[in-house]
């Protein structure tokens, strides 16, 4: 639900932080999946969809694309 609220608050333009609302759903949604995509992927050799989503967080962040990762993020959370 924060991080709902977080995506609004950015897309509305309301930034009462130094940095964009999204970054409260890419941390509160995101960095939860990527230890268990690198654990699946290190001890059981596995490619699930916590391995991709992780790729895919990690590769629209580097090219600046965060209203897609949170997207992403809130469809695969909820």
Request: aromatic share 8%; with cysteine; charged share 10%.
């Amino acid at each position: 639900m924060i991080s709902g609220i977080a995506v609004v608050c950015s897309l509305l333009k309301f930034q009462p932080f130094p940095f964009d609302m999204t970054w409260f759903a890419i941390v509160l949604c995101g960095l939860p999946i990527i230890p268990e995509a690198i654990i699946g992927l290190v001890t059981a050799f596995d490619i699930k969809a916590d391995v991709l989503v992780s790729l895919a967080l990690i590769a629209s962040v580097c090219i600046g694309g965060i209203i897609a990762v949170v997207c992403a993020l809130l469809l695969i959370i909820r």
